[in-house]
């Protein structure tokens, strides 16, 4: 029977994993890298889209100057929304959960149920081995997470304290997933939004993750979840403060085989894993315009902060011509849409009119 590999093996495997990755992603001629391209140079544009469109798969669509634009628009407009919410150095665990995808949570809760702590570091920095799903080649993943405040509390007066060691599980971090979910989807947003964890991502996701909806793997999702309300985790969280504050110069310390079970059975012993996941705030759009309102505040519109017309019409913008048709003919057909939405969604289908 072969035995399984150490924590200390499974970071080696997984940093070797990475340095390959990395290694055929820098050499790749099709990452598309918007900072390296200005839309009013016709030719330098032309240029880029030629080479990208050269090497990518025969069964990838190809590229054209509508689809750089569109791209465009949709960083400019995650940039304003992390910079309206507060987002810059870091972001919370809350927000994590609060603007992943529906799909992402769903996983996690369903796949994913175990998450040890590998690795500490004197920078705050810890990193968990989480299980992988059944259907996945892999065994386990890694996450790498930085706490930010963790500086603040090992340089403040006063004991170390259970409530300070939540406070720092809950606020700020960054953080990196070696998973392909994080790697093609998300890990451009993270850097867009100034929270990730290591090597930073300029390749836009133009095949995954277009529109840049989504935030955080299912991986990620149970670190956050374990972070935010794991009993076990903030004394655990409480130790490494302690345990940095006494010896600031105490080296990296890697979990051992013994330590990591007893963690594992502490966690497995708690409910939190069984409530379910209610996102108080959900950045993304919703798929059925209908669902954005509240029934009663009918000038709210929940997770958006925008006003009906801008929401029909900046649902509408990420549809092909056809998608716009036929999404307007399933609203008007509506018999409890609002009567604002109603109006917006006329007005939108007026515009589109005059553009065909």
Known sequence: MVRPPTIAESLKIIRDREKRA????SGALNILNLGNIDLRRTTQAEEVLKNINLNSGVNTRKLDF???RAFKKQMQLRQQDFKRSGIGIGISFKSVIDRSRKEDIKRFQEEINTAIVARKDRNGVITFRVNASARSTDTHHMV???FLNFQAALSGGGSITQKLAADVLRGP???DCDCGRHRYWYRYLATLGGF???KPETGYPKIRNPQLTGLACKHVLYVARMCMRSPSMIRDMQNYLNTYRNNPNSRARTIGRKQAREFAEKIDKEDWRNIKVRQSRNSQLPDRLADAFN???KASIRGTNLRPEELVKKRVDEMSKQEQISAIARLLSSTDLPPDLQAAVKL????ISKEN
């Open 66 to 68: 509508a689809d750089l």
């Open 22 to 25: 990395d290694g055929i992603r």
């Open 173 to 175: 971090v960054r953080f």
């Open 295 to 297: 029934p009663n505040k």
């Open 144 to 146: 790498s997470v930085q």
């Open 348 to 351: 939108i289908k007026d515009q």
């Open 196 to 198: 990730a964890y290591g």
